[in-house]
């Protein structure tokens, strides 16, 4: 299989490495769909508004990659655990890491190991947490403060995720800002996201770009600054509970005494 993964890892616009991976996914007659977009979208701005220490072009790059083989159907669970080697050795023909193949798999945890990457942690939550607020053929879509309760104590109540914290407040600050219509951020991006064909891959960017216009439109906000130097706008958020704020506070001077 043709080498790609500096292809893919060399482009740092992100349209024109969703329209890479597209392609090249159009190409072999692998799967890539809105959900991919969405998904990916979604651990972009947990890892910069978070401040997560993980290379953001590897994990964009990452999130795009990994479900490559997926199928389109409910037997997909049961491909997973019948193949998850066979994705391994996908990935690593395309010419990633040692490192990139491992957190690209094991994310599922079908795959255990002692030392498991954080990358990992990332691109479970994602996955689980973008599947459950959208539409499927057997459900339809949760509503996000339900995804993230089921995520949190149903999916990973047993398992150690070292994120899980900082998503439930990363989830919780954002739908506490409100865009058009009085929706949070997460609920308007599901909204727009489920209305759209699951094919529509320009139509899922499109939505993307808007979602980030009107959350800077609302809140000048700065991806690198919102969490780092506005702990009082977090706590005028009238609906942001004591123990969000705590959390962020924790996270906060635990990044300090880090630093």
């Known amino acids: ?13 992100f349209t024109k490495k969703i329209e890479k991976v597209f392609y090249f996914a159009k190409r072999k007659n692998l799967f890539f769909d809105k959900s991919t977009i969405m998904k990916t979208e979604l651990m972009r701005m947990f890892i910069n508004m978070m401040n997560i220490n993980v290379d953001e072009n590897e994990m964009i790059t990452a999130s795009l990659i990994y479900s490559l083989n997926k199928l389109d159907s409910p037997q997909e669970i049961s491909r997973v655990r019948e193949e998850i080697y066979k994705d391994k050795e996908f990935i690593k023909q395309l010419g990633f890491s040692e490192k990139f193949t491992k957190y690209c798999t094991e994310y599922s945890r079908l795959i255990e190991n002692e030392n498991r990457e954080k990358e990992s942690d990332i691109l479970e939550l994602v996955d689980q947490f973008g599947g459950l607020i959208l539409h499927r053929e057997n459900r339809l879509a949760y509503k996000v403060e339900e995804a993230i309760d089921i995520l949190a104590n149903k999916n990973l109540s047993n398992k150690e995720n070292v994120f899980l914290e900082e998503f439930i407040f990363f989830v919780d600050v954002l739908e506490n800002i409100k865009l058009s219509g009085g ?28 979602i980030r216009d009107s959350l800077e439109n609302t809140i000048y906000y700065k991806e690198t600054e919102l969490f780092e130097d506005n702990i009082n706008y977090m706590k005028m958020l009238k609906k942001a509970n004591k123990k969000t704020i705590e959390l962020f506070e924790y996270n906060k001077n635990s990044r300090k005494v880090e630093n």
């Open 183 to 210: 929706l949070g951020v997460l609920t308007k991006l599901q909204k727009e996201i489920n209305k759209i064909s699951k094919f529509d891959v320009s139509g899922a960017i499109r939505i993307i770009y808007d």
């Open 1 to 13: 299989m043709e080498k790609l993964n500096e292809y893919f890892l060399s482009e740092y616009d």
